[in-house]
């Protein structure tokens, strides 16, 4: 399967949306791209409950969004900040060109920058 | 002109793909490449220095090659320096120019530029001058009427871009360089994408012009700052060093004339004797050739680009105002229902496909084009997009190529 046929086939997105009870409310912007991309993450005891994400980005960082949600969502967030850039690239169902590895890692990037990031 | 001989003559395209960037560099025919073996094969040497026989080949070759790229402009050989790029020819000048500029003086840019001709132009304005803008008009060109109430006394330099490499819009320099010899403002025109292109002579008009060779068929490390010789003489030289001078003691340097003076260290002679050989092939298929062939091309891409309601082009509706590129986005089909059925205001990837992400499909069908800036990134918060997909030909693209290029597009189901 090409690249673009992942893309083209990927499905509705799960986890499109705000979350106004977010206890993480994070900017996450691409380099070089002017990409933006917001996680709102609900926590309940350090487990994450429910994710969601919005912005305006590329569809390789909004597929990797949709995905990266879907991951971490049942995580205890301390888990999921520290889920290393190689093992999310591994684990994406497409090998991405060196361009655009930072459109795939742009959410997992945004959830180490917040608050939680210090436990990396 | 035989496109399919021309074709024959770049070995590059006997692989299987649609190469539509060559504003960003182009292919190198047969004829390049065997110029620059045969100088290491046969001549190489140091040049300017050595006494021995070879030594004197290697600087005949080098010099040669200077005076048939200042024949190809029209101008004289030593008002040619040799220097890696148009960036380098254009930071070369604004080093050199800095020591005659003082504080409040002005130098006028216009909103389309490459950031070569922006970043070493806004370096100045920590030495206290001040850097203005041209405004564009709804179609990418420069607006005339702003231009002439900007060219104020202070304005001391005029620095715009031949043909932008965004919109492709071919600017009326000889409106703008007579404009400003008239105020007796320097006139620099960055003739990177089109010295490439279009027919082109050096013009009184014109006091420093830069270009590229590997955009004109020449290998990549060699480009050209022309300067009008009586100016060069007067301005500092940029680096020091070897080659570049006729005496030094350690109480006083006397420097080499120009261009030798702006030319420090042992210098790039493949690359001379490369963009040489690429200057007698553009010559030997004419630039007039060349141009109409390149407008043919931009006229069905035009075309194509206006009959396909998801594509948004920016630059001149005219074929006959542009040069060989079009810049557009696609608007997306399946994620403006997304957001509607969120009934949600805020956009994913917009109303416009990422010019990325139409890139990698492009790419995926061995259609290669560039996305994004195009080092231009203040045109587009200027134009109020976010990047851009470009389309560039040049004289080896063929119209079943700019016409399989928008096929693709049409098989985008995003």
């Given amino acids: 399967m090409s690249n673009w046929d992942f893309i083209n086939n990927y499905g509705d997105l799960r986890n499109w949306g705000k979350l106004d009870s977010a206890d993480i409310k994070i900017e996450g912007a691409g380099t070089q791209c002017g990409d933006v991309i917001n996680l709102y993450i609900k926590l309940e005891n350090g487990i994450i409950k429910d994710a969601k994400f919005d912005g305006d980005a590329c569809i390789l960082s909004t597929i990797s969004a949709d995905i990266f949600l879907s991951k971490i969502i049942g995580m205890n967030i301390k888990d999921a900040v520290k889920i290393s850039e190689n093992s999310y690239l591994e684990e994406f169902p497409i090998n991405v060109s060196p361009g655009r590895i930072g459109c795939v890692l742009l959410p997992l990037r945004t959830l180490k920058r917040s608050e939680y990031g210090k436990y990396c | 002109m035989d496109i399919n001989s021309i074709r024959k003559d770049f070995p ?275 630039m007039d050739n060349i141009r109409k062939h390149e407008y043919e091309l931009g006229k069905r891409a035009l075309e194509l680009a206006e009959s396909n309601k998801l594509i948004e082009y920016y630059g001149p509706r005219d074929s006959r105002k542009r040069s060989g590129l079009i810049s557009f986005n696609l608007k997306s089909k399946k994620y403006d229902r997304i957001v509607k059925d969120l009934q949600s205001k805020s956009i994913i990837a917009g109303k416009l496909i990422h010019s990325h992400d139409v890139a990698e499909f492009l790419g995926d069908k061995s259609v290669f084009a560039r996305s994004g800036y195009h080092c231009a990134e203040p045109l587009f918060k200027y134009l109020g997009i976010n990047g851009s997909v470009r389309f560039s030909w040049y004289l080896y693209n063929t119209i079943q190529e700019i016409e399989k290029a928008f096929e693709s597009l049409g098989e985008i189901n995003v």
């Fill in chain 2, 12 to 286: 590059i395209l006997n692989r299987n793909f649609i190469y539509l960037d060559s504003a960003a560099t182009s292919q190198k025919p047969r004829q390049v490449i065997d110029a620059i073996r045969n100088y290491y094969e046969n001549y190489n040497a140091n040049v300017h220095r050595s006494i021995y026989s070879l030594a004197s080949e290697a600087t005949e070759i080098y010099e040669s090659s200077r005076k048939n790229i200042a024949d190809f402009i029209g101008a004289r050989d030593n008002e040619i320096i040799f220097t890696r790029n148009t960036t380098e020819a254009l930071n070369l000048l604004s080093y050199s120019l800095q020591s005659k500029l003082e504080k409040g003086d002005e130098v006028l840019l216009s909103r389309m530029e490459h950031h070569s001709n922006l970043l070493p132009w806004l370096r100045l304005e920590s030495h206290g001058i001040k850097v203005k803008f041209i405004e564009l008009d709804s179609e990418g060109n420069m607006d005339e009427e702003d231009f002439k109430s900007k060219l104020t006394k202070n304005v001391k330099l005029v620095s715009i871009t031949h043909v932008s490499n965004v919109l492709g819009t071919i600017n009326n320099i000889e409106f703008f360089g007579k404009m400003a010899k008239e105020n007796e403002s320097l006139f620099v025109v960055d003739g990177a994408q089109s010295i490439p292109h279009l027919p082109f002579k050096i013009n009184d008009y014109i006091d420093f012009l830069a270009f590229s060779g590997h955009k004109m068929l020449g290998p990549m490390g060699i480009g050209v700052l022309y300067g009008k010789y009586s100016l060069l003489e007067g301005l500092p030289p940029f680096m020091q060093g070897g080659e570049m001078v006729k005496s030094v003691s350690l109480e006083r340097v006397i420097y080499e004339d120009p261009p030798v003076k702006f030319e420090a260290g042992t210098p790039n002679v493949e690359g001379a004797v490369g963009l040489s050989a690429a200057v007698d092939y553009l010559k030997k298929i004419g």
